[in-house]
Each structure stands twice: as C-alpha cells, then as structure tokens.
C-alpha cells in the first residue's frame, strides 16, 4: 500500500468555488488545508503596513520568509485592497519561490492535506494524488463574489467586481513564472450551473478514483448518516 501522504491539489480562478469545495475536501477526508492565496495575501498585507513598495521583490521575499502559514486569519486578510496588492505581488518570482517552499512543507507530513491556489497541481504540488481546475464564467463568479461581500456588510458594484475580476485572471494567466493554468492530468470541473453540494460530491468522486488507482493509504472519511 502506498503510504505517502494524500494530497489534493486545487486550482481555478478568483470565485470559482475552489475554497469551499477544499475546505469540505479537507473535512471529508481527514486532512489538513492550506488556501494558498492566503500566504500572499499575509505577504501583501505586511507590505501595505510598512509602507514598501509592492514592486519591491527583496522585501517581499523577506516578508514570506518570516510567515507562518499555519496561523493565517482569513478575516483581515479578506479586504479588497489586500487582495488587489496580493495579486500585484504574485507575479514576483522570489516571492512565489519562497511561498511555494513553505506550501511543499505544508503539505508534506502525514497523513497529508488539501491545497488550493493558482498553481498546486502545477509547481506547489505536481505529484499531488488528485488534482482538480476549477472554472466558472467571469459573470457568475463575479455575482457570487458581490453575494458574499454583501453578507459580510461591504456595498460594492457588480460590475465593478466583474471588471475586477478579468484584471485578475488576465495577471495570474499572462505571468511569466508559474501562470495560472490546468495541469495536463487536472480534472475539469465547471461550476458555472453546479450547486456546492454536486461539486463536492463530483470531486469526492474524482478523489475516491486517484486514491484507488494509487493504492492509497488515507483516513476513512467522515460520512454524514
């Protein structure tokens, strides 16, 4: 039996659905969970506060050397301006090689952990057990983003959130280092017309699949009765 630690790996653009479903992933299997998107929003947020500038690539690289990505508050880190500097910083190789070695490290021990980013079943994770690419049309991602930041109080245009939205798909897909695109194994999912429920249980599926065809060793999972 292989006894390598489980990792699933999940990629996809800004409001495709992708931290929701790892997070249940994580549940379901047992399994710890790293949204990845964090750690460079934990990074833009130290710059923001010290004043540097975002282009800044050495105090960047210095900034994620010093995070612990294991105590990330996704509270203050959710602001629109943190995210906005987050994806302005990611296109900084030093930066992404310095966060990509703390996610390895992440995921690496036993009995292993779901992963969600741009760039998992690519560089972060390439040998990763299950490996999914998210997607969504721009304006269905950007109705769910608007939905969700108007329950926690925030009044934004849709529009706006539609137009900020391709900005960033065409950042994270035109970088010169690690560009945001599915690996050649990932399995597909549009979430453009799929309930939270049916992407989960078409994920546990394709989980379920890679695991048996690897022989994999892995927690069983908390089944609801």
Not at 102 to 117: E, H, I, N, Y
Request: charge should be negative; hydrophobic fraction near 45%; proline fraction near 6%.
């Amino acid at each position: 039996m292989n006894a390598a630690p489980l990792i699933i790996a999940i990629d996809g653009p800004a409001a495709s659905g992708k931290g929701t479903l790892a997070r249940r992933l994580a549940a379901h299997y047992g399994l710890r969970h790293l949204d990845t998107g964090l750690t460079y929003r934990a990074v833009a947020a130290v710059l923001l506060e010290s004043g540097a500038d975002l282009t800044d690539e050495a105090a960047a690289e210095v900034a994620a050397a010093a995070l612990d990505i294991s105590a990330l508050d996704h509270g203050p880190l959710s602001a629109h301006g943190i995210a906005e500097a987050a994806s302005r910083i990611a296109v900084l190789p030093a930066l992404r090689r310095q966060l990509v070695k703390k996610q390895r490290a992440f995921a690496a021990p036993p009995p292993g952990a779901v992963l969600d980013g741009r760039d998992i079943g690519t560089v972060v994770c390439p040998d990763a057990a299950a490996k999914l690419y998210l997607s969504a049309s721009p304006e269905i991602r950007a109705r769910r983003r608007t939905a969700e930041m108007r329950q926690r109080g925030v009044a934004i245009d849709e529009a706006a959130v539609l137009a900020d939205l391709r900005r960033r798909d065409e950042r994270d897909a035109s970088r010169a280092d690690s560009p945001q695109r599915p690996a050649s194994d990932a399995h597909l999912l549009d979430t453009s017309e799929m309930t939270i429920e049916a992407a989960f249980r078409a994920a546990v599926d394709i989980v379920d699949r890679a695991v048996l065809a690897r022989n994999w060793v892995h927690p069983e999972p908390d089944v609801p009765d």
